[in-house]
């Protein structure tokens, strides 16, 4: 009988190499500690295990811990920063790292809870991260809930050592300056990386007077960017689609109102203009833009609106905000979703528009039109947000349905829950990825923008 410990080593590391520790592929914390505990277990057996399985170990980091007890987020970064620092062959074997909020909620400090996640922004944080990443060349994703001056340390690296961070395809950076945005010259070097390939930053802001000069024309690698919160000029706008190589997703929405530098930003005109530079390889574009709730319809005429679509040859999913959106919107013939978000008045108009496009054979693809608001009434009513004496509110809705009668499009529209709003003390961080389920992240868009990013393009490839 052959013993499990004769089995050659390439062997008996293709067999530990199947037990997973990160959490996309686990359905909760128990079974993700099984397939850690496994490991574990598996250095303890003989010094020729533990040589196998240690390694592995060290493939994922993140900051989500399991255990009820003050600091165990910050001493687990400590103690794992030591470890990698003690063993740099470690560093090699690590893939990805993942720093979350989400272990200060679990902690369930009460009033304290804010004044921990504040202190996680500081940096403290940002010199354990910077030391961490500096041993770990092989890291392919790196998630922070938080940004900016974090990453001040990082051109360090970048002068010392050309191949830092080469190996990096994903990053994703949280919420960190909510009033005036982090300014995007933290992460010249980070998104100029040759094997990046989606990068998503929320709270961002983009000047043309600072724009990174080492971003020139077809210098940004990655395909998929997004940018939730964030303030750019429209020079820097123009700057940004030229320095792209070969565009296929751009998410970006502005912050709230309350958060408004009150620089001018670029407008939906603009946007549209910009991104056809990427005409012929974007397959997913949703810009959003901040709409006054009051007196709305006069306000819609007031504002430039996005221009015409159709020149775009491989789109398939539009999401745009309903004020900014023209009456009889001119869309791709390859589009297969319509988002239109925070629509808050009349639809009618422009559904009546697009249902008789469809009919005409303009989109043989568009099989989904939805339609997001606070308010799920202000959409179905007529204009003049009236409903017609004798119907019902159900009964405008179902008139909506009808007039995509005999097309291949499903109509609907889905409300914003107001508990998934941004809180003004914590950020657009507060409600984090963790707590939504998908469809909770696919209502609720533009308030935990990398998860749903994330979640829609899994969905998109599917």
């Known amino acids: 009988m052959v013993n499990l410990q004769d089995l050659p080593l390439e062997v008996l590391l293709e067999i530990l190499s199947f ?14 500690a099984i397939g850690t505990d496994v490991l574990y277990n598996t250095c303890l057996v003989s010094r020729k295990f533990r040589d196998l399985a240690q390694p592995l170990l060290f493939r994922d980091f993140t900051g989500r811990g399991m255990h009820k007890k003050r600091d165990i987020n910050r001493d687990k970064t400590i103690c794992f920063t030591k470890a990698i620092y003690a063993r740099p062959d470690l560093g090699e074997h690590k893939h990805n790292i993942e720093f979350y909020t989400g272990i200060i ?3 369930q400090l009460g009033d304290m809870e804010k004044d921990w996640i504040r202190a996680m922004y500081s940096k403290q944080l940002g010199l354990l991260m910077a030391l961490l990443v500096n041993k770990t060349p092989n890291l392919h994703s790196l998630h922070m809930p938080v940004g900016g001056t974090v990453f001040e340390l990082f051109p360090v690296f970048f002068s010392r050592d050309p191949s830092f961070l080469s190996n990096l395809t994903s990053v994703a950076i949280g919420t960190t300056f909510p009033s005036t945005g982090s300014d995007m010259k933290y992460y010249q070097e980070l998104l100029s990386l ?14 043309d007077m600072s724009f990174p000069s080492s971003w020139t024309p077809g210098t940004l690698s990655a395909n ?6 964030s303030h750019w000029e429209a020079g820097a ?3 940004f689609m030229r320095a792209c190589k070969s565009l296929e997703c751009f998410f970006f929405s502005p912050p709230r109102p309350y958060k408004s530098t009150g620089a001018p930003g670029f407008n939906a005109a603009q946007a549209t203009e910009e991104a056809l530079r990427h005409k012929d390889t974007l397959k997913v574009f949703q810009v959003e833009f901040s709409a006054d709730n009051e007196n709305l319809e006069e306000y819609s ?15 398939q999913d539009l999401r745009v905000s309903h004020a900014y959106l023209p009456a009889h919107p001119q869309l791709p013939a390859t589009l297969q979703r319509l988002s239109i978000s925070n629509c808050n008045s009349s639809i009618r108009d422009m559904a009546q528009n697009i249902a008789t496009d469809c009919k005409k054979g303009l989109y043989p693809h568009l099989t989904r039109v939805s339609v997001s608001a606070l308010d799920i009434t202000a959409p179905i009513k007529f204009p003049g947000q009236r409903i017609p004496e004798g119907q019902t509110a159900e009964q405008c809705l179902l008139s909506l349905q009808d007039m995509f009668k005999g097309t291949e499009v499903e109509f609907s529209i889905s409300p914003l829950p107001p508990q998934y709003e941004d809180d003004e003390d914590y950020g657009d961080y507060y409600v984090f990825d963790d707590y939504l389920t998908p469809n909770d992240i696919y209502h609720a868009r533009g308030i935990s923008s990398r998860a749903f990013d994330a979640y829609f393009i899994e969905e998109m490839s599917l």
């Open 224 to 229: 998929t960017f997004s940018f939730h919160g």
């Open 301 to 315: 005429s007031t504002l430039v609106k996005y221009g015409s679509f159709a020149g775009f040859s491989v789109l």
């Open 105 to 107: 909620k679990d902690l």
């Open 19 to 32: 037990i997973p520790t990160t959490d996309d592929l686990y359905e909760d914390d128990a079974d993700r």
């Open 194 to 207: 040759p094997n990046l390939r989606d990068a998503s930053i929320d709270s961002s802001a983009l000047l």
């Open 237 to 239: 706008l123009r700057k």
